[in-house]
Nanobody
Framework: QVQLVESGGGLVQPGGSLRLSCAAS????????MGWYRQAPGKQRELVAA????????SYADSVKGRFTISADGAKNTVYLQMNSLKPEDTAVYYC???????????????WGQGTQVTVSS
């Protein structure tokens, strides 16, 4: 089993930045890819970024390209999401995900964290 714990969410003003962290534990040898997705109440879940554990491949949703950066630290079993130039429409619960293959689709991810709230507002 794999456990994922997110941290780093909070309240930030438009144009500000946040860095989310996701620490993985358990049977992490089964993980080949990590991702971040988000969901606001009443809205569809959106996969925003994904990365292979090797760090050789990354993918981003069009809505966050140029603003968000995903990275991974294999030694710490941790993935990060650096979010810059935040907009009110980025407000959502952000979830960390892990899967056995690298692909930009929610179906590729087998494990999810409990989420961390990001609120972008003045």
């Amino acid at each position: 089993q794999v456990q994922l714990v997110e941290s780093g969410g909070g309240l930030v003003q438009p144009g500000g930045s946040l860095r989310l962290s996701c620490a993985a534990s358990g049977s992490i040898f089964s993980i080949n890819a990590m991702g971040w997705y988000r969901q606001a109440p009443g809205k569809q879940r959106e996969l925003v970024a994904a990365i292979s554990w090797s760090g050789g491949s990354t993918s981003y949703a069009d809505s966050v390209k140029g603003r968000f950066t995903i990275s991974a630290d294999g030694a710490k079993n941790t993935v990060y999401l650096q979010m810059n130039s935040l907009k009110p429409e980025d407000t959502a619960v952000y979830y960390c995900a892990a899967g056995s293959r690298f692909a930009f689709t929610p179906a590729a991810y087998d494990y999810w964290g409990q989420g961390t709230q990001v609120t972008v507002s003045s």
